[in-house]
């Protein structure tokens, strides 16, 4: 083993350029899924400073996941709202040794409106109870403690922007119109949120809970560990989530803990698709480097060399490379994973603070992947020249191998085949599954044609030879002639580009076309003529006020939230996440078109839902039947089903009754009110009588797409962000193959020029090799994006063609082009610097 291990080193010291391709791909393959390893290790333990809580040594709040009884530790879903825990925890866990304080904190709403009616913005506002300040603790610049219940506390950026003092008069907002309060002190402000405190019994009031609290803070004696103490509470504290540390963020901001499930989805997901990428780049990439050097493996057999040997050097030669550069790769890692991180932050879909957790874990399990990712590669591509007799070794090695082996030819039809499987599922399945599935379709069919590309390019020449043969005669010939004789070496250059147009297309138009379809839906069902929205959310007094008005014939009150479910398929348990709505039975009628098609919305009070056809028929629910499901907050349901609807892509699978749904959020606000006017009304009468509401901040504006989701635009950029980054990764593995493919071929050249053939000619010809290359990329890689996205667009909006700017389709391939001709052009130019004669007599 160590001969091999030297001769092996020797190689590749003397042979650095032939190792370059192979090189790049394993480094910049463990790169990327290096940086996916450090999201999905800050998914896992990464947060934010604690800023209210800073010296609560353990905070105790509401259940921050779902799990069914019965469920294994890695069945659960993050919750979307903020749960809250019982209040009078705070009693018994002051009561447990160690415990300096135990504090029920309120949190809710609060907004300093000024003098002119405007909304402070900015950042978001909350307000406390007083006693809760003990937990940061907010140290009084100026003034006293609110003493009364028409007293309060601001921060000093509050208070500075609000231009008012101790004792001075401000108007604050909640869940109503405003208040006046008198400023009794100011206190430190925060870098994160604004704070506003009240006496406990206004607090109490003003959140709108009774019996809840936020969150308990509990402050330890002097001495005592906080994990300690932390064990202690849970004792008492069943339910809840008990945090120390830097977990003490998730209780305090929701955001953080959405950002966490969010980088583990993100790591999931895009982490398995730069996986099977970066394997797919490698494993093309070796195989390139080692049949270029099939001469060299040929001359070996021919002197004695046993198939063994030739193997253990190629494995020999690859874990060196591998493993330099695997570790370069994997430092490069935390690079990336930050990029991404900042990349995020700017979108708006994680906080700007988030910090991620740094350990050698991604770096050390990227190494592995992309060692054993290369070892596997480098084993499959040294069967053939290791396995051919001596005797037909020379003779093999000066002409590639036209024909491919069966098993090759079943593997790479059959994954076509499964792929195009995949792309069907659309068309009996919508939602998330619908997109994902087309987007892996995608994917599995580019791998398929890769594995008979050979197959696939030869068919393609055959029909494109003589064309060039008869446009462009010399040039068109030689170029027609080394495509026949060379489908490998086509095929090699081809997948990679073909691949990186099929994967940015349908990961770009996939995500679009289920927006469009939503949009479409939502456009084709609201009736409504405006929509009211404010800073932070709306009045629950909104709607009904709005009723009121002269002109107004309908208003609806509208709560985006979410639920979770819980599928059992055989022994295997499943906790989802689906978004939902909560709407007035009294106003939805003449506003909102839901399709409603067994029940009535009318009958949506108290404990009742309405679910999307789709969703009934999966729960094999019937109007009257009892739906299990828990709120956005953890909070178990059972409800009666009174209506299902078929405009799910819309409105989603759930409609609550809006008190319902209001109760279960944060906030406990609405998100907007819809209200379509009288036929009789004077438009401008009605907007005119919206705008003076006496409730500041409110915006009035015509109806767009006020039911789409939120979430669908920064969804959309969230994976823009991820998949430029795969797609950055194909290019460089593109110019990579394609430099390769082109720079083997110097002798070629030089043989050509000496027969007579000029400098000019072999340009155009190699001009001539890259239009076909480019040509069969970009077509192939349309065609089979095409197939997976129509079958989307036909399943989720009845018209096949994909929705989204025509600009991105003629960007991705007009860049893929461009890069093709670069990649190809730039190593003519270099291979034809060297004189005939001496180019002719370089080691391959």
């Not at 069945?75 to 866990?93: C, H, K, M, N, Y």
Request: with cysteine; glycine share 12%; hydrophobic share 50%.
């Amino acid at each position: 083993m160590v001969s091999v291990l030297t001769l092996a080193w020797q190689t590749i010291r003397t042979r650095l350029g032939g190792f370059a391709g192979a090189f790049i791909a394993i480094f910049c393959g463990t790169a990327l899924v290096a940086g996916c390893g450090v999201l999905m290790e800050s998914g896992l333990r990464a947060g934010v400073p604690t800023q209210r809580y800073a010296a609560a040594a353990v905070v105790v709040g509401g259940a921050q996941t779902v799990r069914p009884p019965g469920a294994d530790a890695l069945t659960f879903e993050q919750v979307g709202e903020q749960p809250s825990v019982a209040a009078d925890l705070a009693g018994r866990i002051a009561a447990v040794p160690g415990v300096r304080a135990a504090v029920a904190e309120q949190s809710f709403p609060a907004q300093v409106v000024t003098a002119s009616g405007a909304v402070l913005g900015g950042r978001e506002s909350l307000g406390h109870n007083w006693d809760a300040a003990a937990l940061a603790p907010f140290t009084l610049r100026a003034g006293a403690a609110p003493a009364a219940a028409g007293d309060v506390v601001l921060d000093a950026d509050l208070a500075n922007r609000a231009g008012v003092g101790v004792g001075g008069q401000v108007r604050i907002m909640t869940r109503s119109q405003p208040v006046t309060f008198r400023v009794s002190g100011v206190v430190d402000a925060l870098s994160r949120q604004s704070a506003l405190f009240f006496t406990p019994s206004r607090a109490v009031e003003l959140a709108g809970r009774p019996g809840q609290a936020h969150a308990v803070g509990v402050l330890a004696e002097p001495g005592v560990d906080p994990e300690t103490l932390a064990d202690r509470v849970r004792a008492v504290a069943g339910g809840t989530e008990v945090t120390t540390g830097v977990e003490r963020s998730t209780v305090e901001f929701l955001d953080v803990s959405q950002t966490r499930t969010l980088l583990l989805a993100i790591a999931g997901s895009f982490g398995g698709f730069a996986l099977l990428v970066a394997v797919f780049v490698v494993a093309s990439t070796l195989a390139l480097t080692i049949n270029r050097r099939r001469r060299e493996f040929a001359l070996l057999r021919a002197v004695a060399a046993t198939p063994r040997q030739i193997r253990q050097l190629i494995g020999a030669e690859t874990t060196l490379v591998a493993l330099v550069a695997g570790v370069l790769g994997g430092a490069l890692g935390l690079a990336v994973a930050a990029g991404l991180r900042d990349a995020f932050a700017a979108i708006g879909v994680v906080p700007a603070d988030f910090e991620l957790a740094i350990s050698p874990l991604p770096s050390l399990a990227a190494l592995l992947l992309g060692l054993g990712a290369a070892r596997l590669a480098a084993w499959a591509a040294s069967r053939r020249p290791s396995s051919i007799r001596p005797v037909e070794a020379l003779g093999e090695a000066a002409v590639e191998r036209r024909e491919l082996g069966r098993g090759r030819l079943l593997t790479g039809w059959g994954l076509v085949l499964a792929g195009a499987g995949g792309a069907l599922v659309p068309l009996f399945l919508r939602g998330e599954v619908a997109t994902a599935t087309s987007s892996m379709a995608t994917l599995v069919i580019v791998i398929g044609l890769a594995v008979v590309g050979p197959q696939v390019t030869g068919v393609v020449v055959r029909v494109l030879a003589p064309v060039l043969g008869r446009v462009w005669r010399i040039s068109g010939y030689l170029a027609g002639a080394n495509a026949q004789a060379n489908t490998r070496r086509l095929a090699a250059a081809v997948t990679p580009l073909m691949l990186a147009v099929a994967f940015a297309l349908a990961m770009f138009y996939g995500p679009t076309s289920a927006t469009a379809a939503a949009s479409e839906e939502t456009a084709r069902s609201t009736t409504a003529d405006y929509v009211l929205a404010g800073p932070g959310g709306v009045s629950p007094e909104v709607a009904s006020a709005v009723g009121r008005l002269p002109g107004v014939a309908a208003a609806t009150p509208v709560v985006r939230t979410s639920v979770l479910t819980v599928s059992t398929i055989g022994d295997s348990t499943e906790v989802q996440r689906t978004p939902a709505q909560g709407l007035a039975a009294d106003g939805i009628r003449g506003v909102l078109d839901l399709g409603v098609d067994t029940g009535r919305l009318t009958d949506l009070t108290g404990a009742t839902v309405a679910l999307s056809r789709a969703e009934a028929d999966g729960q094999d629910k019937k109007i009257g039947d009892e739906v299990s499901f828990y709120f956005g907050d953890g909070v178990p349901a059972k409800l009666r089903l009174v209506a299902t609807y078929t405009h799910d892509k819309a409105f989603g699978d759930f409609v609550l009754p809006v008190a319902l749904a209001r109760e279960h959020t944060g906030g406990r606000l609405d998100d907007s009110v819809l209200v379509r006017r009288s036929p009789s009304a004077d438009p401008a009468a009605v907007s005119a009588a919206l705008g003076a509401l006496p409730y500041p901040g409110l915006t009035v504006a015509p109806v767009a797409s006020p039911a789409a989701p939120q979430e669908g635009q920064a969804q959309f950029y969230l994976n823009l962000v991820a998949v430029g980054v795969i797609v950055g990764y194909l290019a460089i593995s593109v110019a990579n193959t394609l430099v390769l493919t082109t720079a083997q071929r110097s002798r070629e050249f030089a043989l050509l020029r000496l027969v007579g053939t000029t400098r000019r000619q072999v340009t155009r010809m190699m001009r001539l090799e890259a239009v076909v290359t480019v040509g069969i990329a970009v077509v192939v890689g349309t065609l089979v994006a095409l197939v997976p996205l129509g079958l989307l667009n036909a399943g989720l909006r009845g018209n096949p063609l994909p929705s989204g700017p025509w600009s991105v389709y003629f960007g991705i391939t007009g860049g893929a082009a461009l890069l093709g001709l670069l990649a190809m052009g730039l190593a003519t130019t270099v291979a034809l610097r060297a004189r005939p004669v001496e180019a002719i007599g370089l080691r391959e």
